[in-house]
């Protein structure tokens, strides 16, 4: 698999903390990479990195060869496309309005709701399940209507990448699933999927390529089948567990063992 | 929701029913009160005759060179402090961190007050004096809140406490000055249109007119900033140098309207709030800010000549007195806001 976007020798902190140190990581393009790790082990600020949000310390990530901080905003914005954990939405705004804002980066003074635009936030709408719900302001629905909504604004921007930081959190089990098939979807019509997913059963079955990370340290990748096993979920987790074939798919299931929590 | 949509080659734009309507009824009540404004003076003029004046008549004078200039600069001024306190309600979030109540009217009094006592208190002294006074109390209170970010109760806290510093200095710089100064500077500090003319507000019309339109091309980015910066930036909004701009659009819009009319509060505070309200569109809109903004100087202004007339009041003390109101109710409601 071939790579556009890549990390090189990162180097990424917050003030005098060092997050992650000489980081290299390919993203395999067209797949989908699910970065899995415990809390506050960097997978966040490596998605932020990528997406500009936290200038490296050292090193580079870049798009085509070329260094993501040498492409002019806009342009960036419309290759990669990112959820972060909590958006805030503006006051009364409804979900049509909302989608409309990925649009921004296909916008222009006077071009502000194209037929493109006006096509593509229908589809994102659709395609998140928020399509009945276009005229609701965002603030009354519940948690998992609001994630969707998130969800549709990003597809509405139309990006070849998609980097979503932990997208299925507030969604119950049905949407969770949902949203993955639909990310799984995306791929196959040849996006770039990089999700930060927080549960591992979910990652081993969805993702093409796993990231495991611990203390700023990739620790393995490669697809789930040849890297996810007892000994790589106590080296990342600590968690003692078994790893048998999920009964559906086949791909690595963890199954913890009794006090694994102690 | 209804929405008019229009394309045409290159263009296309969407605009919500609501919107139109609203905006259509606003520029109704703005000709009403503008009218109003021409008419009644010493002697009321009958809208034939304000018609007459306009169109270059004999014996429009009166209106044409003293009620026009005052008219035009309510209108105008009122729209630049809708603006600039939409501006900075967007950036700080918060529907009290408009310039008037975090202290950059005070501060571009403050450099309005320095030029004249100071210097001879020429209109270019007097703009660039407001300006400067403006930016500096800006940044003072950016530095001072910084930290807590551009965004939330800590930064309209300490603009207000920058503010009460700055107008406890206003008062001992009028104290301090000769006689004269004094006395025309008292009747400025609530914030006054008495008196305007022409050769006062021609190079404020054009400083505005021109921050004005550099609003209009970055009004969607504003808009877009409103999703937080993480989805700003991402979405290809520059956030530091679009918030640049737009503070010093701000600054510039509220400064240049202090230079020539003094402080007058409260109209950039709740201007862009009941604009939001009538339009109820999404975050803090512009164009109902500045329409709300206009319609309430140049109301205030009307209410400000009749009260006592003959004796006109400074157009502040009336803004000041709805607003105070406003403002109580507000802080109300902030504070128990979780």
Known sequence: MTARLTARELTLRYGDRVVSARLTLDVPDGAFTAIVGPNACGKSTLLRAFVRLLKPADGQVTLDDRDVTAYPTKALARSLGFLPQDPVAPEDIRVRQLVARGRFPHQSLLSTWSAADEDAVTAAMEAAGVEDLADRPVHQLSGGQRQRTWIAVVLAQDTPYLLLDEPTSFLDITHQYQLLELLGGLRDQGRTVIAVLHDINQACRYADHLVAMKEGRIVAEGAAADIVDAVLLKEVFELPCVVVPDPVTGTPMVVPLPGASS | ?338
């Open chain 2, 1 to 338: 929701m209804s929405a008019l949509v229009l394309r045409g080659g290159p263009v296309s734009v969407r605009v919500e029913r609501r919107t139109v309507v609203l905006t259509a009824v606003l520029l109704t009540l703005i000709a009403g009160v503008g009218l109003l404004g021409l008419s009644y003076g010493a002697t009321w003029s009958s809208p034939a005759k304000v018609f007459d004046a306009l169109s270059g008549g004999r014996g429009g004078v009166v209106i044409r060179e003293w009620r026009l200039p005052r008219v035009a600069a309510a209108l105008l001024f009122g729209a630049a402090l809708g603006i600039a306190g939409a501006i900075f309600q967007n950036i700080t979030r918060n529907p009290m961190g408009s310039p008037d109540i975090i202290g950059l009217d005070a501060g571009a009094y403050t450099g309005a007050l320095v030029a004249i006592t100071v210097l001879s208190g020429t209109s270019v002294q007097l703009a660039v004096g407001s300006v400067l006074g403006g930016a500096v109390a800006a940044a003072a209170v950016y530095l001072l809140s910084l930290g807590g970010g551009l965004s939330g109760l800590r930064l309209v806290v300490i603009g207000i406490a920058v503010n009460a510093i700055l107008m406890a200095l206003n008062s001992w710089i009028v104290l301090r000055a000769d006689l004269e100064v004094a006395i025309a500077a008292v009747g400025w500090s609530a914030g006054s249109l008495n008196g305007v003319d022409w050769s006062d507000v021609r190079l404020p019309f054009g400083i505005i007119g021109l921050l004005l339109v550099a609003m209009v091309v970055r009004s969607q980015a504003l808009h877009q900033d409103a999703l937080g910066t993480e989805l700003a930036v991402t979405t290809g909004v520059g956030v530091d140098r679009l918030r640049l701009q737009l503070v010093v659009i701000g600054v510039g819009l509220t400064a240049t309207v202090t230079a020539v009319a003094g402080p007058i509060a409260f109209i950039a505070l709740a201007a862009p709030q009941i604009g939001r309200r009538l339009a109820k569109a999404p975050g803090v809109p512009l164009l109902p800010a500045a329409l709300t903004g206009a319609l309430l100087l140049q109301g205030a202004d009307l209410v400000a000549q009749m009260l006592l007339a003959p004796v006109s009041l400074p157009v502040g003390v009336v803004t000041t007195a709805i607003g105070g109101c406003y403002l109580i109710w507000l802080l109300t409601k902030e504070v128990r806001r979780p």
